[in-house]
Protein backbone atom coordinates (compact mmCIF):
# COMPACT_ATOMS: atom_id res chain seq x y z
CA UNK A 1 0.00 0.00 0.00
CA UNK A 2 2.56 2.37 0.71
CA UNK A 3 4.40 1.89 -2.33
CA UNK A 4 0.93 2.56 -4.45
CA UNK A 5 0.50 5.66 -2.57
CA UNK A 6 4.51 7.01 -2.98
CA UNK A 7 3.99 5.68 -7.01
CA UNK A 8 1.21 7.77 -7.28
CA UNK A 9 1.86 10.80 -5.70
CA UNK A 10 5.22 10.60 -7.77
CA UNK A 11 2.63 10.02 -11.04
CA UNK A 12 0.70 13.06 -9.51
CA UNK A 13 3.73 14.87 -9.55
CA UNK A 14 4.17 14.64 -12.85
CA UNK A 15 1.40 14.83 -14.60
CA UNK A 16 0.85 18.01 -13.06
CA UNK A 17 4.50 19.42 -13.88
CA UNK A 18 5.29 17.67 -16.89
CA UNK A 19 8.04 20.17 -17.91
CA UNK A 20 9.89 18.73 -15.03
CA UNK A 21 10.26 22.37 -13.68
CA UNK A 22 10.48 21.82 -10.03
CA UNK A 23 9.99 24.97 -7.84
CA UNK A 24 9.79 27.37 -11.17
CA UNK A 25 6.98 29.81 -9.72
CA UNK A 26 5.93 32.86 -12.81
CA UNK A 27 5.01 35.44 -10.40
CA UNK A 28 3.68 38.23 -13.14
CA UNK A 29 0.34 39.03 -13.46
CA UNK A 30 0.54 39.93 -16.78
CA UNK A 31 3.12 37.28 -18.52
CA UNK A 32 4.39 39.68 -21.46
CA UNK A 33 5.69 42.39 -18.92
CA UNK A 34 8.56 42.65 -16.46
CA UNK A 35 7.60 41.79 -12.75
CA UNK A 36 8.47 45.24 -11.79
CA UNK A 37 8.57 48.41 -14.06
CA UNK A 38 8.15 52.13 -14.82
CA UNK A 39 6.12 53.27 -17.71
CA UNK A 40 6.26 56.75 -19.34
CA UNK A 41 2.40 58.91 -18.00
CA UNK A 42 2.59 62.26 -19.22
CA UNK A 43 4.66 66.06 -19.26
CA UNK A 44 3.55 69.01 -18.11
CA UNK A 45 4.11 71.93 -15.38
CA UNK A 46 5.03 70.63 -12.23
CA UNK A 47 5.59 72.20 -9.13
CA UNK A 48 9.68 72.58 -8.36
CA UNK A 49 10.33 70.29 -4.82
CA UNK A 50 13.53 71.81 -4.39
CA UNK A 51 15.83 74.88 -4.84
CA UNK A 52 17.34 75.10 -8.88
CA UNK A 53 14.35 73.06 -10.21
CA UNK A 54 12.41 73.80 -13.64
CA UNK A 55 8.59 73.76 -13.48
CA UNK A 56 9.13 71.17 -16.42
CA UNK A 57 8.12 67.97 -15.30
CA UNK A 58 7.47 63.97 -16.68
CA UNK A 59 4.83 62.20 -15.21
CA UNK A 60 5.96 58.01 -14.31
CA UNK A 61 4.10 55.45 -13.22
CA UNK A 62 5.24 52.36 -11.42
CA UNK A 63 3.97 49.18 -11.87
CA UNK A 64 3.75 46.17 -9.91
CA UNK A 65 3.13 43.24 -12.10
CA UNK A 66 3.82 40.26 -9.07
CA UNK A 67 1.75 38.35 -7.26
CA UNK A 68 3.24 39.89 -4.22
CA UNK A 69 3.78 43.20 -2.54
CA UNK A 70 6.25 44.82 -3.03
CA UNK A 71 8.08 47.38 -0.20
CA UNK A 72 8.83 51.96 -1.80
CA UNK A 73 10.13 53.98 0.31
CA UNK A 74 8.28 57.34 -0.28
CA UNK A 75 8.38 60.71 0.69
CA UNK A 76 4.92 63.15 1.01
CA UNK A 77 4.23 65.37 -2.18
CA UNK A 78 1.07 67.49 -3.49
CA UNK A 79 -1.33 65.38 -4.77
CA UNK A 80 -0.49 67.46 -8.31
CA UNK A 81 2.78 66.21 -8.52
CA UNK A 82 1.57 62.05 -8.68
CA UNK A 83 0.34 59.58 -5.70
CA UNK A 84 3.82 59.81 -3.82
CA UNK A 85 7.07 61.24 -4.11
CA UNK A 86 9.52 58.36 -5.36
CA UNK A 87 13.56 57.93 -4.05
CA UNK A 88 15.64 57.43 -6.79
CA UNK A 89 18.76 58.18 -8.45
CA UNK A 90 20.24 58.71 -11.72
CA UNK A 91 23.03 56.81 -13.50
CA UNK A 92 24.50 57.53 -16.64
CA UNK A 93 23.63 54.77 -19.96
CA UNK A 94 27.35 55.31 -21.33
CA UNK A 95 29.23 55.01 -18.54
CA UNK A 96 30.59 50.44 -18.66
CA UNK A 97 30.00 49.98 -14.90
CA UNK A 98 26.33 51.17 -14.95
CA UNK A 99 23.02 48.64 -16.37
CA UNK A 100 23.16 49.82 -20.10
CA UNK A 101 20.23 50.77 -21.90
CA UNK A 102 20.01 48.89 -25.01
CA UNK A 103 18.70 51.98 -26.85
CA UNK A 104 22.31 53.74 -25.96
CA UNK A 105 25.51 53.94 -27.22
CA UNK A 106 27.99 50.78 -26.68
CA UNK A 107 31.07 52.99 -26.16
CA UNK A 108 31.96 55.03 -23.39
CA UNK A 109 31.21 58.96 -23.99
CA UNK A 110 31.66 62.08 -22.06
CA UNK A 111 28.50 62.58 -20.08
CA UNK A 112 27.71 65.58 -18.39
CA UNK A 113 26.97 66.41 -14.83
CA UNK A 114 24.22 64.15 -13.62
CA UNK A 115 21.33 65.51 -11.25
CA UNK A 116 21.39 63.78 -7.82
CA UNK A 117 17.70 62.87 -8.18
CA UNK A 118 15.88 62.21 -4.90
CA UNK A 119 18.21 60.41 -3.08
CA UNK A 120 17.03 58.47 0.62
CA UNK A 121 17.11 60.61 3.36
CA UNK A 122 16.05 60.29 6.96
CA UNK A 123 12.43 61.05 6.37
CA UNK A 124 10.64 58.42 4.47
CA UNK A 125 7.49 56.34 4.53
CA UNK A 126 7.17 53.09 3.81
CA UNK A 127 4.53 52.54 0.66
CA UNK A 128 3.72 48.92 0.24
CA UNK A 129 2.39 48.49 -3.12
CA UNK A 130 -0.45 45.92 -3.97
CA UNK A 131 -0.04 43.06 -6.81
CA UNK A 132 -1.45 44.25 -9.91
CA UNK A 133 -1.31 47.98 -8.71
CA UNK A 134 0.40 51.09 -10.23
CA UNK A 135 1.61 54.35 -8.53
CA UNK A 136 2.41 57.86 -10.35
CA UNK A 137 5.25 60.18 -9.19
CA UNK A 138 6.61 62.79 -11.10
CA UNK A 139 10.43 63.89 -12.13
CA UNK A 140 11.70 67.13 -12.81
CA UNK A 141 12.65 67.28 -17.03
CA UNK A 142 15.97 68.11 -16.69
CA UNK A 143 16.28 65.15 -14.19
CA UNK A 144 16.25 62.86 -17.57
CA UNK A 145 18.76 64.54 -20.16
CA UNK A 146 19.61 62.18 -23.18
CA UNK A 147 21.40 59.04 -22.38
CA UNK A 148 20.21 58.32 -18.36
CA UNK A 149 18.01 56.02 -16.69
CA UNK A 150 16.09 56.40 -13.31
CA UNK A 151 17.02 53.52 -10.60
CA UNK A 152 14.17 53.40 -8.05
CA UNK A 153 15.10 50.52 -5.02
CA UNK A 154 12.52 48.00 -3.87
CA UNK A 155 11.73 44.95 -1.81
CA UNK A 156 9.62 42.10 -1.65
CA UNK A 157 7.67 41.60 0.97
CA UNK A 158 8.71 38.40 2.53
CA UNK A 159 12.54 40.45 2.82
CA UNK A 160 10.75 42.73 5.37
CA UNK A 161 10.95 42.58 9.21
CA UNK A 162 8.88 43.68 12.05
CA UNK A 163 5.77 45.80 10.95
CA UNK A 164 6.83 45.11 7.28
CA UNK A 165 8.16 49.07 7.69
CA UNK A 166 12.11 48.16 6.83
CA UNK A 167 14.04 45.66 4.90
CA UNK A 168 15.99 42.96 7.16
CA UNK A 169 19.70 43.42 7.05
CA UNK A 170 21.66 41.38 4.57
CA UNK A 171 18.97 41.21 1.81
CA UNK A 172 19.38 41.89 -1.95
CA UNK A 173 19.04 44.72 -3.89
CA UNK A 174 15.75 45.36 -6.43
CA UNK A 175 16.06 48.15 -8.74
CA UNK A 176 13.57 49.08 -11.67
CA UNK A 177 15.07 51.30 -14.20
CA UNK A 178 13.72 54.13 -16.51
CA UNK A 179 15.92 54.98 -19.08
CA UNK A 180 15.16 58.62 -21.03
CA UNK A 181 15.14 56.64 -24.07
CA UNK A 182 11.80 55.37 -23.32
CA UNK A 183 10.56 59.00 -23.77
CA UNK A 184 8.52 59.73 -26.46
CA UNK A 185 9.70 62.53 -28.33
Not at 142 to 153: F, I, K, W
Amino acid sequence: MKVLMTTLAVFSFVLANPAGHVGKIDLRIVKNKPSVFISFDHRGKRQPLEQGESDSGIWLRLHNNTKAVIFIPIFTVPKTLGDVGLFYDIISTTRPNNYHDSAAPAQETKSPELPAGYTLGHTSSAYLLRPGRSISFSVPAEHLPERVGLRVNFSYEWELEGDMEFVRIGEPQHYVFFYSSSLPK
